[in-house]
């Protein structure tokens, strides 16, 4: 009997050092799609995928850069997607963090691969040229995955006192702001440091707040009404919003992508909770490149108390048995998804 899943796509930030070479060595047997990925690249005047992936050093400047970042994270997690054993799962849902909402349009069919390439490289390469602003992550969770009591109370009144300090990205057990660089700036001389956090995201704009007004009026102006199709499967936002197959108003998902999701707040954790709760999945799925995604799907799991969940402990005792949650970034764990 199959098994239910939830396929969570991962967002910027997820192929560095550890990754280099991810495409080559997990989807040797998909070369027509990293040649399609670089033929468009090439008619785009730029480096193509493969040459990144199978570079002999990895370079922050050049493999994290927007433009390069974007598409290279697409390749890779779309052909995991693909690699996904469909006889032993069935995929019930697809979410994904920030960017990865471009991956899941692709991965339930809500447009084509080719349309998710062009959606994903121009959004990256907009971003890139524009680098409006940047990113900061800090955590409000105990090393045991515990929300700190008056943590997101203390990080949401530094949004209303700092100006141009905006809400990025809640994810699971750690919170993602985006500003200008003064008010960043501002911001890291105010928090109190725990254990890496404050830290920086290196090339990323202030992605999903209201300093990307420009990128987003590119975007709309840009692509067509027309890349976009019936689903496959349900899609969960960055709102915790369903997009159901058979309902979906074109128009709609063509606002909320190029529109709201650039510049609103993104709620990767509600994102989670909601799909779990309204898909009951056996497994979740995350696909890689990278592995630093479980934490947040595990953190936003223990916020929502699901199963039982209520700590980094519980988690890590739950996983040895029956693991819940796959990252096919983890060889062990990949083993059991493809």
Known sequence: MKQKALVICPGRGT???????YFQ????????????????????????????????????????????ASALIYGCAYADFQSIDRNKYDIRAVTGNSMGWYIALACANAVSFNGGLEIINTMGTLMQEA???????????????????????????????????????????????GGTEEA????????????????????????????????????????????????????????????VPHTISSQEIFNYTFGHQVVKPYDFTHSVQCSVKEYAPDKIIILGPG???????AQS??????????????FINAQKSDPFVLSMGIDEQRKVVV
């Open 15 to 21: 192929y560095n050092k550890e990754e280099l070479g």
């Open 131 to 177: 680098l409006i602003g940047g990113q900061l992550i800090y955590s409000y969770v105990d090393s045991n995955w515990k929300i700190i009591d008056g943590a997101l109370e203390y990080i949401l009144a530094l949004i209303s006192e700092i100006d141009g300090l905006h809400a990025s990205i809640n994810l699971g057990g750690m919170f993602v702001f």
């Open 184 to 243: 960043l700036q501002k911001l890291e001389t105010q928090l109190e440091p725990r254990e890496q956090f404050p830290f920086r995201l290196k090339n990323h704009a202030a992605f999903h707040t209201p300093l990307q007004n420009p990128i987003s009026e590119k975007a709309l102006k840009h692509f067509d009404l027309n890349l976009f199709q019936n689903s496959n499967v349900p899609l969960i936002d960055g709102r915790g919003h369903a997009w």
């Open 291 to 297: 592995k630093t995604l479980g934490g947040a799907v």
């Open 25 to 68: 060595c997990y989807h040797s047997d998909k070369k027509d799609l990293m040649k399609t990925i670089d033929a468009y690249r090439e008619s785009q005047g730029q480096v193509a995928i493969s040459a990144l992936d199978n570079s002999d050093k990895f370079s922050t400047d050049e493999h994290t850069r927007g433009d390069n």
């Open 301 to 314: 799991l223990i916020e929502a108390k699901w199963q039982g969940l209520d700590s980094k402990e519980s």
